[in-house]
């Protein structure tokens, strides 16, 4: 190799190094800005956690207000536990009450079940008899109905096809 080749190879390195160096600068350049922007969001950052800080401190105001109002609520329902207490106590009686009249109700109410049936006449009897003939024919009414619904959708289903087949 000669000294001019050495001295091209060695400009040649050169010039790669000066373009390495000026990308490196480039991205120290970067680095340099990113770290700006970074200190900038950090200084948001720390004013967000002042604020914070100061809502934290209505907040724990807050509870304390929420807990007095609780430990109201609390003796509030004791008291209410109490009177509920009593309130049970003659419910109970009031049931007993209650189902002893609802006992001497259905006695009563078997004893007119009772005298009702002795007092039916054969008049009576002969009514039912002549309605219950009555039932049997509305049944047989029934059925022809029936039967005349059945053929009319018939006649009606023969009519459509005869006037799709015009």
Same mark, same amino acid.
């Given at each position: 190799?000669?000294?001019?080749?050495?001295?091209?190879? #060695? %400009?040649?390195? #050169?010039?790669?190094?000066?373009?390495? %160096?000026?990308?490196?600068?480039?991205?120290?350049? @970067?680095?340099?800005? $990113?770290?700006?922007?970074?200190?900038?969001?950090?200084? @948001?950052?720390?004013? $967000?956690?002042?604020?914070?800080?100061?809502? %934290?401190?209505?907040?724990?105001? $807050?509870?304390?207000?929420?807990?007095?109002?609780?430990?109201?609520?609390?003796?509030?329902?004791?008291?209410?536990?109490?009177? #509920?207490?009593?309130?049970?106590?003659?419910?109970?009686?009031?049931?007993?009450?209650?189902?002893?009249?609802?006992?001497?109700?259905?006695?009563?109410?078997?004893? #007119?079940?009772?005298?009702?049936?002795?007092?039916?006449?054969?008049?009576?009897?002969?009514?039912?008899?002549?309605?219950?003939?009555?039932?049997?024919?509305?049944?047989?009414?029934?059925?022809?109905?029936?039967?005349?619904?059945?053929?009319?959708?018939?006649?009606?289903?023969?009519?459509?096809?005869?006037?799709?087949?015009?």
């Amino acid at each position: 190799m000669t000294n001019e080749d050495f001295q091209k190879l #060695l %400009l040649e390195e #050169l010039a790669n190094i000066k373009t390495r %160096l000026t990308s490196i600068d480039g991205r120290v350049g @970067n680095i340099e800005s $990113q770290q700006k922007n970074a200190d900038v969001r950090l200084t @948001n950052i720390e004013s $967000q956690l002042k604020a914070t800080d100061v809502r %934290l401190a209505n907040v724990e105001s $807050q509870f304390k207000i929420t807990d007095v109002r609780l430990t109201n609520i609390e003796s509030q329902l004791k008291t209410t536990d109490v009177r #509920l207490s009593n309130v049970e106590s003659q419910l109970t009686e009031t049931n007993g009450i209650v189902k002893a009249l609802m006992h001497r109700t259905e006695e009563l109410d078997a004893k #007119l079940d009772g005298l009702a049936m002795n007092t039916a006449s054969k008049e009576a009897l002969t009514r039912i008899e002549a309605n219950m003939a009555t039932k049997r024919d509305l049944f047989n009414v029934a059925d022809d109905v029936s039967f005349l619904v059945r053929k009319a959708a018939e006649h009606d289903l023969a009519i459509r096809k005869l006037r799709m087949a015009e």
